[in-house]
């Protein structure tokens, strides 16, 4: 009988061993200096600097970044990507917009450590890790979402680097960030074939103009249409290569996934927990409204199903930090995780009756914050879609 690399893994264990959980206190422990904020942030359209800088100092923001450039260490080497999931459970469940700095930040610092010149990386690094300033990513265009390889943003060769136009749309940070991580079609040249290649674009080159939507959650965060109108990129900000930037986007993808399901299930946590105590207090009918089972299975319910997608987000991880295939898994994780937190967040809702309602209480912002966690990455079709492939392969599902 043959079996697969996956289904040989026996990690992770069960529980988490002492080290992972000391590291989980001190996430937690910053966190929850942080939850009362969540609300008013979540109302607000300024960028929260104090708390990206806050996280900064903490240290939050350089998880997967070596010492050199402020960070904590490398993934692979003081880190793994469990750390990771951790940081995005843990830090979502105190305040969401803790998490989604974390989430960006710790993933294009070492992306620019990796691939820039030193002293390209020195310039954008060290700010990023610091909370000073943020480093958008650009897939999305007006024509292209889910098949990103539709994408028609393009750059022409030019001396000393290249020239890109087109627009690229539904960038979060982008109102905010002092650049982008650009991913257009390069056009071939003598010495390469071109395709699809990441840029480091600075928003404040000529020709990059911005235009930010309105948008019910991630108020804070802001998410824009940025136009490239003849714009100049050296080519000291190419990242990883010519033609290499499907492949980069794509080794990224399955991680992203599998924290997105911790992050969602971490904020529904923290509206689970409201919830229970809400239920344990509110009266009617002369009991407890927890008495009653018509309420108290539909929080059992949603419970269990946070637990077995949290679960599910630690396997994909572990697999990640173990070097094997997670695709499958972290498709799993991005569209259950976040279906079943929206489902707890509408339960923890209804179980509020009137008050779930209002925005006094953190729910309604809630649950507009995850549902932008459901789209973006990916949506769920398309996750089903990756889970089918690996089920029945390519040449069955196209
Ligand atoms: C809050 C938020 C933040 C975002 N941030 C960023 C960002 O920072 N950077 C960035 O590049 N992008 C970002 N996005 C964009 C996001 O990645 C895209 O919205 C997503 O990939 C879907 O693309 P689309 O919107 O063009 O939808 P489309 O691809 O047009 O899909 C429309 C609908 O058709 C369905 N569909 C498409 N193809 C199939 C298929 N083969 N089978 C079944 N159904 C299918 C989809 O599931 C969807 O329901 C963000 C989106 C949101 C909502």
Known sequence: ???????????????????????????????????????????????????????????????????????????GEEFTKTHLGIVHEELAEGNFYLAQMAYTCNLTAPLLERFLDPEVAEEWVPGIVS????????????????????????????????????????????PHAKGMITFVRAEATENNKGGVTAFLVSFDSDGVTRQTFADPGWKPLGRSAVFLDDVFVPDNRVIGGIGEGFRLVMSEFDYTRSVIGLMSTGVAKRAMKITESYAKNRQAFGKPIGAYQGLSFTLAEAATKLEAARWLSYRALSLADANESFTKEAAMVKWYATEVSIEALRTCIVAHGHTGYSEELPLQAMLRDVSGLEIGEGTPQIQKLVIARSLLGREVTG
């Open 131 to 174: 909370g000073d300033h943020i480093v958008a990513l650009g897939l999305t265009e007006p024509g292209s979402g889910s098949d990103a390889a539709a994408m028609r943003a393009n750059a022409k060769r030019v001396d000393g680097g290249w020239v890109l136009n087109g627009e690229k749309t539904s960038i979060t940070f982008a």
């Open 1 to 75: 009988m043959t079996t697969t690399a996956n289904e040989t893994t026996l990690q992770p264990p069960v529980f988490f061993g002492e080290e992972y959980q000391e590291f989980a206190r001190w996430v937690r422990e910053f966190a929850s200096q942080h939850v009362e904020s969540y609300l008013p942030i979540a109302q607000q359209h300024d960028y929260p600097w104090d708390l990206s800088r806050a996280m900064g100092e903490a240290g939050l923001l350089g998880i997967g970044t070596s010492e050199k450039y402020g960070g904590m260490g490398r993934i």
